[in-house]
């Protein structure tokens, strides 16, 4: 009934249609204004034809908006998408009609001062913009205008965070160059207000929809600087909805400065002073890391049902990583080797390098131009995978077999630091300690001067060593104070070379040395402070200068540490090597792994190994199976954390992360975590169980077939309720029988089949009858006729012969899904089964006499075998058929004498909704 029927009563008042309605537009009672304003939509299909009639309805609807109710203003509004929908199909004037109409309504809704029409003007909006039904004329001349006035600096504090709020939502809905044009300056502006906290948080809360609007050039231009103000900001609601949109920024810069700009940048949110941005920060850490991923690298891409699938191998000499797929064996060599015997590292000297190419992050470094819009699908665990973002330009990695020198990876581990190129990429420096301590050791007094041409030779080789790697610093980087640091070090221990190369007295070589230590302490202070703070690897890498030059320390000290403390130096080195990677700033992957530390929940967020968890999957994906060895501990800690929805988070991923480690790695260190999640809780176990077939057929086949005996123990729940997981199990089975030979599904899978066929739910009980179709089709697809034949004679035992009636009642039905899905050859068909499903005719249950009928009169007579009237058993069934459709039971009656639907039923599925 249309609203306005009231309208099209005859003889109410003698008036004409038209005439009645502005009577009711403008009648003094609220409540026919309202009326009027509800159903405009049916008024214009009533008089929109004729165009007198439709300009005075305009006129009404111009008047309506003028309403001092303002519940008669929230119901017109309401009315205007429905109405534009309307004459955007029946009005060839409709963009005037909406420019000079509709829009200056909306428009000036939205700085009316009723709370409700304000709102509502906004959604209405947004919902013209989201149609495409407001043209980019009025966009920039009559919406963008009033928007721009309303959030100005001296404008209405009331009106200015709902004007950031649409300015936030219509960027995504416009173009680049609008966006870019018109509202990006009003944004960065209001980035910084100073005034309404709310307006800022606004900005922060929608930074990531504004980058992405406004593409990468603009957003590293404009839009970075502001990001920066805003995670500093004194309120720490800003600085958690900037941890929280992180990754969206991040997806719209280039490689170079999401590494050296965003990386530190999101470190200082980590280690916020407020727990509610540190835990923002933390849940954001593995999509933020996932932005630095490389398609070409991880050898995997995003198909467009959002699966994870392998890229087929590529013929790249440059990439150790993308030249095979998780099933060739090279990849799994690789990642095999890095994960279980660390390299080994030696003196590297700078001309050795060539082999240890490193790509920096810097304007020196062959990055190339990064991509326009580098945004990809996600690849998560569970629900969300993470996105990916391609970097333009394959890294180079050291081959398995070189050793890229001490510290030639590292980075600065401590949260405070400011990143720093030369702690991420640099040239490896050469170890000089043995030399310098050697030559220390023959500054001494009581050193016997024979052993002195000795000296001189190796303080030469030495001296040409450090002379190389000053050079190389010198060249690149000399504006970065570690790099300083480092060159003054370096430059003192060249200088005591070569005084001793020139052979002058001991006690003056070590005047010298004394000289320069004294001369700069605070050169040699600082780089300590700095190496203090710097990852294990690069202290090492220094270490031995640092002793000799530190004016508080005795020169013989280096020399006179004991043998045994020596030797066990490399020890750790060689720990923390194994840990580092060159995808992600190390920083990154150090606070990632530390979330599952006790002592986080603690300070940070009680869910956060959850977080760590759930993101896994994408740091893997990120960091390439070559450096599994980073997050394998981690993975580790997580598998067995008393938490069983941490447990349940990974058993829910497990699939993906074997599909990214290839089936080498997958089978070394998934494969003991799987068999403990599937002896877990019924909340963990789902998880492994509902992506049972995806990490079986990722296998070896002999590593397959030692899960076929624990298959069976998936019946047995911890609640036998949880009828669900049975349902699951039957689903999965029937994908799993293609991973098996006949005799395997013959001798394991069918007997979990006949047992979820007897379960006491109907739902699981379908499913498996479906299962049971699959198993057959195995068997005689595979020319496998006996094994057929013993099947079908335990379902005649099991479920024919069955002392319950929902046994036979399963029986007709398995026979009625066997015909349609024609898995069973017909003429062993009739020779097995028929006679036994024919004598259900005579069974006392009416519900089983109701599905044979079914499957006699809907599916076994449409069989062409069975319609030519020469077949001898064309007689039998249609003779049960007329005893059925005599039957003293109603239903049985009914379905016998039903006329078959002339429908090809090809699944169990059909058969269900039938039945």
């Known amino acids: ?76 509004m309401e009315q205007i998408p429905p109405i534009a929908i309307f004459l955007q199909e029946n009005r060839s004037d409709f963009p005037m009609v909406l420019s000079e109409y509709l829009i200056p309504i909306v428009v000036r809704y939205l700085t009316d001062p009723n709370n409700q029409v304000r709102k509502s003007s906004q959604e209405v909006l947004l919902i013209l913009l989201e149609q495409d039904l407001i043209f980019q004329h009025d966009i920039e001349n009559k919406v963008c205008p009033i928007l721009l006035a309303l959030s100005a600096p001296d404008s209405d504090n009331e009106y200015k965070a709902e004007a950031v709020n649409i300015i936030c939502k219509l960027a995504s809905m416009l173009s680049k160059n609008t966006v870019e044009r018109l509202l990006l300056p009003r944004f960065c502006e209001l980035c910084g207000d100073g005034k309404l906290f709310q307006v800022r948080k606004v900005c922060a809360t929608n930074f990531g929809d504004i980058c992405h609007a406004v593409g990468q050039e603009a957003t590293e231009k404009f839009l970075i600087p502001k990001f920066f103000e805003l995670c500093s900001d004194n309120v720490w609601g800003m600085r958690k909805a900037c941890a ?63 699966t994870l699938s392998i890229r087929p191998p590529a013929q790249d000499a440059e990439s150790d990583f993308t030249r095979g797929s998780p099933g060739a064996s090279s990849c799994g060599n690789i990642s095999a080797a890095r994960s279980t015997k660390p390299l080994q590292i030696e003196p590297a000297l700078p001309t050795e390098t060539s082999n240890f190419l490193c790509v920096r992050s810097s304007s020196h470094g062959p990055m190339g131009n990064p991509m326009e819009n580098p945004m990809e699908d996600s690849v998560f665990a569970g629900a969300d995978l993470a996105r990916l973002s391609p970097e333009a330009g394959d890294i180079h990695t050291p081959p398995i077999n070189s050793d890229p020198g001490p510290g030639s990876w590292a980075c600065s581990g401590s949260p405070d630091d400011v990143f720093s190129h030369f702690l991420y990429w640099r040239t490896p420096l050469p170890d000089i300690s043995k030399d310098l301590e050697l030559l220390l050791s023959e500054a001494e007094p009581q050193e016997e001067s024979s052993s002195r041409p000795e000296t001189v030779h190796n303080g030469c080789v030495a001296r040409s060593d450090i002379q190389k790697v000053l050079d190389s610093l010198q060249e690149h980087l000399m504006s970065d104070p570690d790099v300083q640091a480092q060159v003054q070090v370096l430059s003192a221990a060249l200088r005591a070379v070569q005084l001793e190369s020139v052979s002058e007295p001991e006690h003056k070589a070590t005047e010298g040395l004394s000289e320069v230590s004294v001369s700069a302490p605070t050169a040699a202070c600082d780089s300590q402070q700095a190496l203090s703070a710097a990852s294990p690897q690069r202290q090492l890498s220094v270490a031995g200068i640092l002793h000799s030059t530190n004016p508080g320390e005795p020169c013989k000290g280096t020399s006179d540490r004991p043998e045994t403390e020596r030797r066990q130096d490399p020890i750790p080195l060689e720990e923390n090597k194994s840990k580092l990677q060159d995808i992600i700033p190390q920083p990154l992957l150090d606070e990632y792994v530390s979330m599952t530390d006790p002592a986080r929940a603690q300070t940070v967020d009680t869910d956060i190994a959850k977080h760590c968890a759930y993101s896994l999957p994408g740091v893997a994906l990120t960091l390439g199976r070559q450096n599994w060895h980073c997050l394998k501990d981690t993975y580790e800690a997580l598998a067995s954390d008393m938490q069983w929805k941490v447990r349940r988070t990974l058993a829910f991923s497990i699939h993906e992360l074997a599909v990214i480690l290839g089936d080498q790695l997958t089978a070394a260190d998934l494969v003991p975590i799987f068999n403990g999640f599937l002896k877990d809780l019924d909340e963990v176990r789902i998880g492994v169980l509902k992506h049972l077939y995806d990490f079986l057929k990722l296998l070896h086949e002999d590593k397959r077939r030692e899960y076929l005996y624990q298959l069976q123990e998936f019946v047995v729940t911890d609640n036998s309720r949880n009828w669900r997981f049975r349902y699951e199990l039957a689903e999965q089975l029937i994908l799993i029988l293609e991973l098996y030979s006949p005799s395997d599904v013959y001798d394991y899978l069918m007997h979990i089949a006949l047992k979820l066929c007897a379960d006491r739910v109907s739902e ?89 009928a079914k499957a006699l009169r809907q599916t076994l007579l449409e069989k062409a075998y069975f319609r030519n009237a020469g077949h001898p058993h064309l007689e039998v069934v249609e003779e049960t058929v007329l005893a059925l459709q005599s039957d003293q039971d109603q239903d049985v009656s009914f379905f016998a004498t039903q006329a078959p639907k002339r429908r090809n039923l090809t699944n169990t599925t059909t058969l269900e909704k039938q039945n």
């Open 244 to 306: 929280e949109c992180f990754m969206a920024v991040s997806y719209n810069t280039s490689p170079e400065v999401r590494r050296s700009t965003l990386s530190p940048l999101f470190i200082r949110l980590v280690s916020d002073p407020c727990r509610w941005v540190r835990q923002a920060a933390f849940q954001s850490l593995g999509p933020f890391i996932s932005t630095f991923a490389n398609p070409s690298r991880a050898g995997l891409y995003i198909r467009e049902d959002g």
């Open 1 to 76: 009934m249309r609203v306005t029927a009231f309208l099209d009563i005859p003889g109410q008042d003698n008036l004409p249609p038209l005439t009645r309605l502005e009577k009711y537009a403008f009648s003094e009672n609220v409540f026919n204004r309202q009326i009027i304003a509800r159903g405009l939509l049916d008024i214009f299909r009533d008089f929109g034809n004729d165009e007198e009639d439709f300009l005075t309805v305009m006129a009404i609807v111009v008047r309506l908006s003028e309403d001092a109710e303002p519940t008669v203003r929230t119901e017109l």
């Open 764 to 852: 699981v009980r379908w499913i498996s009858f479906k299962l049971v179709v699959a198993i057959l089709q195995k068997f005689y697809s595979s020319s496998e006729s006996a094994l057929g034949l013993n099947f079908i004679n335990e379902l005649i035992v099991r479920f024919r012969h069955c002392s319950k009636w929902v046994g036979r009642q399963a029986f007709a039905f398995i026979c009625q899904a066997v015909v349609s899905a024609e898995c069973v050859p017909l003429d062993q068909f009739v020779e097995h089964l028929l006679p036994s499903l024919l004598s259900l005719a005579s069974d006392p249950v009416p519900n089983v006499r109701v599905l044979l």
